[in-house]
């Protein structure tokens, strides 16, 4: 097939996931060509038969554009691609603004080609974005134009039909996933100069918004701090970084705090890490716990969202409702103090992320696509 995928292209959770479900459908033979405006910060290096088309938006100096119309743009080039690329399909990751923008492009091809237009919906696209009044009626409305539309999470999938109704579409689910090639135990960085060798090392990774209550990543790692040597390493930047780091130095724990700031590659610190931290106030999947879960590091997160349908507390991690950092720092300490039971715990973990494995879901998009090209 020849496949048009349209996301974010920086740090986060969706453009991460289309970026590595582009690769591996380039693996798998099919043509694949990224239409984004950066290229996306997983492609690294050349891949057969992955293309990668940018957005032109040398117009947004324009004087009269006060906000530069970067959705046109965007309409624009995915038009130019699939015609010229004679794309089957246009994958598209977060409803705002890449389903509307699909269809603008299949609307301008209408005639000349049958483009389907596959929207994956995320998250924030519809847990808080696409529920602003500014955002409602055109998220709606460009779900339910969608040839196919799937939710990563039964959460999300439900959610989406609370929140919008969505008549005239079927959500499918179809689960993130992990390229365990990339994310495993085998590959971790030395602890050192991290860490010292006596020192436990707490991992958190996000973009560093309101959601992922960042400054409770911290409050949990003083409590664990005060209990056992520990370091905390923060991987991502965003909004509430500084808050974070404000924090840090209240509690007195800045020293043993590390803000990595944006990596391309994780997997090497994920695998050196004790434990990872996800305290969000809502998660529709948690792909970063999941890849944790791969390089077997077990998790701590908030029982929010689609996070339960990836791990079950007391088995593969540890949930906690969103806030609860007593609870959170006290089964921590709990877990890194009892070798047995984290071992345990390590390889429930590790067996967990292999069900969602690249090679256990992506045939499920390609299922997708031949159903929806076929008209099923
Ligand atoms: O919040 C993020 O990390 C980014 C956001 C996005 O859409 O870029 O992530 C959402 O999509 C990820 C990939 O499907 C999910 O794993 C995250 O749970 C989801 N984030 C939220 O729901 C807050």
Known sequence: MRIGITCYPTYGGSGALATELGLDLARRGHEV???????????????ERAYFHEVDTAMSRYPLFEYFPYTLALASRQYEVAKQEKLDLLHVHYAIPHATTAFLAREMLRGETDLKVITTLHGTDITLVGQEASFYAITKFSIEQSDRVTAVSEFLRDETYRAFGCTNCELEVVPNFVN???????VATPHQPLAADDQKMLMH??????????????????????????????VGDGPERADAEHEARELGVAGDVRFLGRLDTVAPLLAAADLFLLPSQTESFGLAALEAMACGTPVIAARVGGLPEVITDDVDGILEPPGSVEAMARRAIALLKDPVRYAAVRDAALARAAVFSADAIVPQYEDLY????AGR
Do not use: C, Q
């Not at 060509?33 to 891949?47: Q, W």
């Not at 031949?370 to 090209?373: C, G, K, N, T």
């Open 33 to 47: 060509h990224f239409i984004t405006y950066d290229s996306p910060f997983r492609l690294r290096g050349y891949v």
């Open 180 to 186: 365990l090639a990339e994310y495993r135990p085998d």
């Open 205 to 234: 990774i996000s973009n560093f918004r309101e959601v992922k209550r960042v400054k409770d990543v911290v409050r949990v790692f003083a409590r664990v701090r005060k209990a056992m040597p520990a370091v905390l390493l923060m």
């Open 370 to 373: 031949e159903r929806a090209l």
